[in-house]
Structures are given as C-alpha cells and as structure tokens.
C-alpha cells in the first residue's frame, strides 16, 4: 500500500471547507435559489473531486468514509449536470454532510493533529 501524500491534508481541508461553504450558503438562501443551488453543487463537486485526490492509502486507513459512493455522486453530477436532483442533493447536504464531515475533522486530528 503507498503511503498517505503531503497534500492529503490540503485536500481534507478543503473538502472540509466546502462543505461548511454549503452550510453557509444554505443558512442565506432558499432551497429553490438558483444561484443557491448552483453554488451547493459547485461544493458538491469540490467534495467529490477533493476525495477522489486523496491517497489509496489514507482512503484504505479510514474505510468508515463511503469515498466511493462520494466519488461516485460527483461523477454522476459532473456528467449529467443538466438532470441533477435536487432532492437527492439536499438530501446528500442534510443527510450525509454532517456525518462525512465528523470523520473528516477525526482524520484531520488523528493524521495531521489539526
């Protein structure tokens, strides 16, 4: 198994940064907000791509985060942007963001002690 990389870090905190984006943007808009839910998919996406950029290595340490299942909802939203569901979406935002980002903040103190 390869080691964790240095910017395993950087993306952890920026897919951590994106999903308190979306709390952010979610606490100024409603949800039929087109800007609103333009930005929320935006972060979505960073979500998804930021744990697609992190180590085998550090995904195999932490099998506790669906990394495939996040890489997969960023894959299907890149490539069928014109028919994403927006229930589906802020299902993903109140449902599953929460959970994905208290095992992001313990990988970030258990690797990084931050």
Not at 88 to 108: K, Q, S
């Amino acid at each position: 198994m390869k080691e964790k990389r240095p910017d395993d870090e950087a993306y952890i905190r920026s897919i951590l940064a994106a999903i308190d984006n979306i709390a952010l943007h979610r606490s100024r808009g409603s949800t039929d907000d087109d800007m609103l839910r333009k930005a929320v998919v935006y972060e979505l996406l960073t979500i998804g791509e930021g744990c697609n950029k992190v180590s085998n290595a550090l995904q195999q340490k932490y099998p506790e985060v669906e990394w495939p299942l996040v890489i997969a909802a960023r894959n299907k939203m890149i490539h069928e942007y014109i028919a994403i569901d927006f229930d589906i979406a802020w299902d993903i935002v109140d449902n599953y963001l929460p959970g994905l980002r208290e095992r992001l903040v313990i990988i970030l103190r258990n690797e990084w002690n931050g």
